[in-house]
């Protein structure tokens, strides 16, 4: 499927440093990095948490323990997904009791992502405290879902879609509102 740009919401610059400013708040929220965990969901959640992560060890001299979650299986719309969907590792600490975790994703939209995260997480233990970090929040929630730190709040229409793009993933960083291409504008006139 093709897609034509419509805006580029943050180029990587823009991205570092939403990245510093919800690390920054973070540590303010949870009075430093003892028992923190940051926690990225995969795909693009996870080189987002470990910048967070940098970001936090920049500020405060520690470094966060790290996490992944793989919400694959948890999925409410699994079968929608792949006939054969790829499952990947989770790594979470083993003692979450005592923990503050914070999950991490590139978009907040109907929330029903966040809700498998918590389900994956909550299978592994019982964390003292959760919190959701997104670079971008675009609305249109179907789960009571919110986050604690956004990078940064953007309405959209339902037929736009937020492409969130990591280097480490995609070759490029840069935060993009994209629309699927007409059929017909793609058709040669008669």
Partial sequence: MEFIEKV???DAAAMQRALARMASEIVER?????????????RRGVPLAERIADAIEKLEGAR???????ITL????????APKPVINATAMPDDLA???????????????TIRAAL???????RPRRVQ???????????VPIHADFVGERIPTKATEIV???????????????VEPASTSASEPAS
């Fill in 8 to 10: 580029r919401l943050m």
């Fill in 30 to 42: 949870n009075r430093g990095v003892n028992n923190l965990v940051i926690a990225g969901i995969r």
């Fill in 64 to 70: 966060p323990q790290l996490g992944v979650l793989d």
């Fill in 74 to 81: 948890y999925r409410d719309d699994l079968s929608l997904v």
């Fill in 98 to 112: 005592s923990r503050t975790v914070v999950i991490v994703d590139d978009v907040l939209y109907t929330g029903r």
């Fill in 119 to 125: 389900d994956a997480l909550f299978d592994l233990g």
């Fill in 132 to 142: 959701l970090a997104v670079l971008i929040d675009r609305g249109h929630r179907e």
């Fill in 163 to 177: 492409k969130v793009m990591v280097s480490d993933i995609d070759g490029a960083e840069q935060v993009l509102i």
